[in-house]
């Protein structure tokens, strides 16, 4: 089926997704972090498209929006279709909101063709999927899939706010939590639409992709401990810097990400105390990220990077300390769900590409729910977690009508 001549569902795509980028917590960019007063505005406006687009919808315990269409056999297993709607500091408006705007548009378009699914359809937007806030990832996803632990409310964000409050001043319920986990059995699929945060569906010139697994991550917080003291009288042989020794364990991390093709390590934050020109550095506070497709390759590659830097802690006699905050594991994708969505986007004349995802997404979770399946998009340089991401309205579209495929497919 060529484009759609006029690319309406593209160009409702972009709508959407430009109301839904006016909810940011930082005037003059955009920045949505979970729990925040932004992202309650985003969940509001995203309530009110699924209720426009003819679902009943609601904002959950959690943060999640929640619509549901419930279609001939409402006890039936039924399809959901998800992404996120929380974002990093100064992101771009596509990452996560374009997962969710598509279902909105997917669904909105099935209603006016008519479709009497035979099962649930569902739409869901996710808030906590970023890890920009808290010191949790995927907790509202989890909570489906009945993997919520109570111990993420006690995590505190940099302000020293727990999730807890932040949860309650949003609205949400920490008692209401235990009941969002569904039934196992009770879902046939979980479909995510996603830009593909990468350069390999550019450079391949495809427009959509089918994603096989998604990447295990491990991330920490680590705290390196030296001696404030005066820049000036402190002989160089006599300092404990705490910058110094947190430059060569983030060198480390870059050596020992590198040394095979597939794997990746990142130092994303770092925070100087007390950070001024005349006084050497008493704390460094800073992030680990590391990823790889093999779970071993990902715990040789930290295990690595972590002796190397405790022996820099040991030989510039500062301390460190390292607090692991996530450890998820490779997820391959369903490979059945994948099929089907390779076969709708066949049916709509783009062959997909296959690849694996290096980003994490809501689908790690999901998939200890139901079989999981991803549809990526392609996005413009392959840039994401930046202002500049983008995507065309041709390839939305190619991605509503090949997620409208799909959901014909699983609940025609
Ligand atoms: C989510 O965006 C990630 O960091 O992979
Ligand atoms: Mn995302
Ligand atoms: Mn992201």
Redesign the pocket.
Known sequence: MPASSDLRLGRRTMELLEQLARHTDEPGRLTRLYLSLAHRRAAEATCVMIEEAGLAAQIDALGSVAGRWDGRRPDEPGVIIGSHIDT?VDAGRF?GTLGVVLGIVAVEELRREGFDPSCPIEVLAFGD???ARFPTNLSTSHALAGRYDPAWLDGKDSGGITLREALVSFGGDPGGIDALARRPGSVRGYLEVHIEQGPLLEAQDRALGIVTAING?SRARLAVTGEAGHAGTVPMSMRRDALAAAAEMIAVVERIGARHSETVATVGAARVEPGAVNVIPAEVRWTLDARAPDDAVRDEMVKAILEECEAIARRRGVTLAIEPTMDSPATPMDPHLAALLGNACCSIGEEPLHLASG??HDAVAMAHLCPAAMLFVRCKGGIS?NPAESITVEDADAAARALIESVRMIAG
């Open positions: 990093v990452d999927e970023e890890n991550i980003a994490g977690h």
